[in-house]
């Protein structure tokens, strides 16, 4: 059954026998500043969740329950079938997906990597639909759990036809309650302590972390399985090696991917054999294959790695991203990396190329960070599996210890990295060119072979030197603070930049982020500007690729990205050789000479980002209509693609001239870096730049407001013809952030939707896997809204439907709510508000949201949690009832309709079969009994016209009166549609928009906030 394990992860969260209401988990987490996922990988599952720190220990009690008392709820069977559908199909259009499971279909037959594992509702209902189909199906209650006598579902507060029609069904019938038998047969041999890592992270003592595990985890079954179940025998046999395999893409583009099966890595954690070798092959600087392919034209990105695909099994794979003229000579570029390889094979390697791989691990580890805190357990849990010693597992996959022999415990060092060396041949490898041709197989020719095999004759190809950005000083000069500031200060302040600056006080590592937005009146002038700034930031980047790659290796990175209003250049890392990236990068953004060669590959990677947006996820296409219909000035990417092919080498180096001839930049410095440091780098990044004659109000990004008392729809086709899902990005606006009080009572207002949305449009609806609920700032980061967007296989008009429907009953949850639920949900906000930085990152990301808007609410957070106590239900309910109620005379609502035009195949109602089985009964056709009625009423939901036709056609066929009955079956289908299915129809009170550019023009803009808060660090002139 393809996809248990998936399927299994879906019903956990469906309710325990001691917390049988299947959104408890949920509702507890979201009332707690809480939150919670899961992932099915290849080898084991991961839940984890994050929870305000006083509400951990009930939160764990509802989560240990998933493991030793699950429900496996009966009524949640069919829905959750539909989910885990929906995820397939969500992905179904993926080239990321399409191409992962063909390198598993391509794998040796009978291999267990072979199999289909993220899983449908037809592999996982395929095992009983043939049980059913030979007659030896059950149709009585099976599997060992028996369900609850409290019922776990709740009906849908605003139910629907297709609601009610799972309703009647939501077992699954016979099929689905054979299926949940299975479930539950593989879950008792399955989910054993012996299997199971757990991470707890807390404020609590280690004693009291250890004795919460062991009272609420203890109940979790030992079943005495293997605990590390492995995969041994490699899933790439003879056959498949030195094969070549080409695959037909969905998107636009061009890869080359070479893979060669190695040995499963983790027990190599001390030498990392294959990290070394990935080190050279990826490696982007001169000498390198990256170096010279692109130099050919031909790449424009490689990257190297090897991969654990499970455990037991890991490759080593070298993938290029190709240009149309790289596309061309494949066979060349494939050469290029065998010959680098033989190069690796007949080179002595130098002593700095690993002690800088041990250096770097070693100060990237001191140094390391906090992160999120459900991002470290689920990793550690995940690397409780690993074969590492108990005291290293927090640091060895992170280290790399010197080569000190092959004999140490997780050894691994120059003499596996030749072996490894040895064995990549061009006999053990698979090449994948992905471009639009049907795919297909055949092993590589005699002249390749033969070729690859030879030694390297390129001269340009070598290994690297020495890294000059390894940090050698990280000291820091940490000193006692009474109270760590709170914002950063205003130091500067000149006609070309203002510069903030806080010098860390908090976190005591020495690193550093210097934040620079540049911004011009000319970036964003014109269609024909935006896609010119953007190729700007593609040249410069392409230009720094050498240089900025030991950078990277060094833990410094950086950034150079265009925006509405200009570019955003970013640096971060080790602040000991900062200087030097800051310095290098801001001479290449001011003195790039544009190269007519390397702007032809920018364009035509350019031109299939933007072609290949389009054939992306439904809701991100909605979200990007209702982004630019509230944007004052955005481009449409067709605009932008008319402009692309005649831009020239000339054009853009007047462009990037005239950009920098007005500029105005907001500078945002922090971390391990001192106010005179920090205004020696405004200095650079002023010089040879002009001033703007703008104010810094008039350089900011203005949204667009709706007008009081709207209802507008815009409807559009998905371009991609086989899209299955479409979306609805539903929108009504609150108003300007400036008013504290709405900004307030609207946030308070999302969180109490939040958890109710998702449990009723997708867990009770299953309208699709994309279901969201969020706030939404509008262009600007001055105006706000309510955002609700659906990607769904039924159509707009019907999502928004339900949607309104929700809204309708969320009426009543509001009025009802008592003061006790309604305060959960301040203190969840109020916690959010409050919650501690973690590290030096989340801190700077904080601050550059202040600077870059230019409003300087550093403590907008910390303000609007004390203002949160003066907000009342009343205040809500008014809020609600006013901007989001459907019946709202007042509101101002945008919804975006994006509608897949890919036929589906007719689909029979609940509604539809219940008709007919009744005019069945009433002709009374022989041999047809109350028994074969039922059982057809039993069987799938919603089954495919075709087959719901060959079913009858199997009981009537033959019969006196079958055939006119059969011939009622379409005019049934049509009478009693499917809710969701077919076309949508006029929405009444709607005004559908038909020309975005002319709506656009009778919206007015939002007012700037510039200088919302006024600080005044800077002293004033007192002449």
Known sequence: MPGLAHFCEHLLFMGTEEFPRENEYSEFLAKNNGGSNAYTSTSNTNYYFNVATPALSQALARFAGFFHSPLFAPSCTSRELNAVDSEHKKNHQSDMWRIFQLGKHLSVPGHPWRKFGSGNRESLSEAAKRLKAKGRLETGQNGHLAATPIPSRLSSPAPSLSSADSDAEADGGAIGRETRRRLIEWWSKEYCASRMRLCILGNESLDDLANLASKLFSPIPNRGADPLPMITASPIGPEE???????????????????????????????????????????????????YLKTKGWITGLSSASQNLARGLSTFKVTAYLTLDGFKNHREISLTVFKYLSLLRDSQFEGFHQNEMVTLSQTKFRFKEKSRPDSYATWVAEHLTRPVPTDLVLSAQSLVWDWDGDNQPGGGGEAKVREYLNAFCVENARKEPWYGTEYYSEKFDEDFVRRAQGKNDIKELYLPGPNKFVPTNVEVDKRDVAQPLKRPHLIRETPLSVLWHKKDDKFWVPKGHVIIDLRSPFGNASPRAAIMT?????????????????????????????????????????????????????????????????????????????????????YSLSDYYGRYITAQQQWTLDKLLQELPSIT??????????????????????GNIYKDEAIKIAEMAEEGLGASKLTPGELNDHSLILPRA??????????????????????????????????????????????????????????????????????????????????????????????EAFLEEMKGTIEEMTPEVFAEHKDSLKKRWTEVEKNLTEEASRFAVHVTNGQWDFLRSENDAEFLERVTKEDVLRLFLSDVHPASKTRAKLSVHMQSQKARQPRVSLAATEAFAILVRE?????????????????????????????????????????????????????????????????????????????????????????????????????
């Open 923 to 1023: 002709k009374g056709v022989d041999g047809v009994t109350e028994a074969v009625l039922n059982e057809a009423l039993e069987g799938e939901e919603h089954p495919q016209l075709p087959d719901f036709e060959k079913h009858w056609k199997g009981v009537l066929g033959g019969k006196e009166g079958g055939q006119a009955l059969l011939a009622l079956v379409p005019e049934l289908v049509a009478k009693y549609p499917v809710p969701g299915e077919g076309q949508d129809v006029p929405r009444p009170g709607v005004t559908y928009i038909t020309d975005i550019d002319a709506f656009k023009k009778g919206l007015a803009a939002s007012v700037d906030l510039s200088g919302m808060v006024q600080w005044n660090d800077l002293p004033v002139s007192k002449f």
């Open 649 to 670: 080498a000339e054009e853009l180096q007047q462009h990037i001239k005239l950009l920098l001839s007005e500029v105005q930049m907001r500078i945002l410095i922090t």
């Open 710 to 803: 709207s209802n507008h729809t815009w409807t559009s086709m998905i371009p991609n013809p086989n899209q299955a899902n479409s979306a609805l990005t539903y929108y009504v606006h609150f108003g300007s952030i400036s008013d504290q009080h709405m900004r307030v009572a609207s946030s308070l207002l999302v969180q109490i939707l939040q958890e109710p949305a998702f449990n009723v449009l997708r867990t009770k609806e299953q309208l699709g896997y994309i279901v969201s609920c969020s706030g939404w700032l509008l262009a600007g980061q001055s105006e706000k809204g309510l955002r609700i967007v659906v990607q769904s296989e039924k159509r707009p008009g019907y999502l928004e439907d339900r949607v």
């Open 534 to 618: 953007r190729l700007y930031s593609d040249v410069v980047n392409d230009s720094l690729t050498e240089f900025a790659y030991d950078a990277s290796l060094g833990m410094l990175e950086y950034n150079f990205l265009p925006h509405a209003n200009g570019l955003y250049v970013a640096m971060n890392g080790f602040n000991d050789k900062m200087s030097a990236l800051v310095k290098a990068v801001l001479d290449k953004i001011k003195g790039i000479v544009v190269d007519g060669a390397r702007l032809a590959v920018m364009k035509e990677q350019a031109k299939r980002d933007l072609e290949n947006f389009f054939l992306g996820q439904s």
């Open 241 to 291: 090696r030195g094969t070549f395999v080409a695959i037909q893409t969905i998107m636009t583009f061009h890869a080359l991917e070479i893979s060669f099966p190695v040995e499963w890595q983790p027990p190599f954690w001390r030498h990392k054999p294959m990290s070394f070798i990935s080190h050279f092959v990826g490696h982007e600087g001169p000498g390198s294959i990256h170096s």
